[in-house]
């Protein structure tokens, strides 16, 4: 069965913090995404990779960086966590034109 | 640019009833692909169904099906005979050769009372 798992389920940060959601895949998918969800607003694209240490920025890419040092592997990083990123944070893989598979989804809160 | 407009944001049926939700797309692509997920409340997406824009014809999955129209850009999913199981959260994205990624519709919340 194939799997995109996230590190947590759930996190509490404090305001200031460097805050690392891990994101792994068993699919030797090349393309890798992490998208923040917010009520009323869909998925929004923060960050995509598509291939080991290659990164693009998405729709909303600030105050985020990423890290791809191996395939399977994806990591957002909040490099100063505020509240405004309070938020359900989705890992996601695919090969180029086949479905997205989603992680669990870790759903943060920045107090 | 791409854009996927889900109008319906929140929508309530009797169990049984059959409910429709809409999905209105944009795209200047001719090659792209439309994708339909379901999020139920443990917040994991669920995939439901990909379909490529040269294949207009309408799929059927047991109480599922899906009326893709390129004449009006829309990609539409009907749920005939709801159950309480179906209550979740639905969403339609898009992908086209522009953009690797999806882009997601603001979704659509479905609720089935028994």
């Known amino acids: 069965d194939v799997k995109v798992t996230q590190s947590s389920r759930y996190l509490v940060k404090r305001t200031g913090e460097k805050v690392f959601l891990e994101c792994v895949q068993d699919?030797?998918?090349?393309?890798m995404f992490w998208y923040r969800q917010d009520p009323g607003l869909g998925l929004r694209l923060i960050y995509f990779?598509?291939?080991?240490?290659?990164?693009e920025k998405g729709d909303i890419p600030e105050g985020y960086s990423v890290s791809r040092e191996k395939k399977e592997r994806f990591s957002l990083i909040l490099e100063s966590a505020s509240t405004n990123q309070t938020s359900m944070y989705l890992c996601?893989?695919?090969?180029?034109?086949?479905?997205?598979?989603f992680g669990q989804g870790t759903r943060l809160t920045v107090v | 640019a791409q854009k996927v407009t889900q109008a319906q944001t929140e929508i309530s049926v009797v169990e049984k009833e059959d409910v429709t939700l809409d999905c209105v797309y944009e795209?200047?692509?001719?090659?792209?692909?439309l994708f339909w997920y379901k999020q139920p409340p443990s917040g994991e997406l669920v995939f439901l169904i990909r379909r490529n824009s040269f294949d207009e014809q309408n799929e059927i999955s047991g109480r599922y099906s899906w009326n893709f129209q390129k004449s009006t850009s829309s990609f539409n999913f009907t749920i005939t005979a709801s159950q309480v199981v179906d209550s979740a959260v639905y969403f339609c994205?898009?992908?086209?050769?522009?953009?690797?990624?999806?882009?997601f519709g603001s979704g659509t919340r479905l609720q089935v009372q028994p």
């Open positions: 996601a893989s695919h090969t180029r034109w086949t479905e997205a598979f």
């Open positions: 990779s598509y291939d080991v240490k290659m990164k």
């Open positions: 795209t200047r692509d001719t090659t792209y692909y």
């Open positions: 699919m030797d998918h090349e393309n």
């Open positions: 994205a898009l992908r086209d050769t522009g953009r690797r990624a999806l882009t």
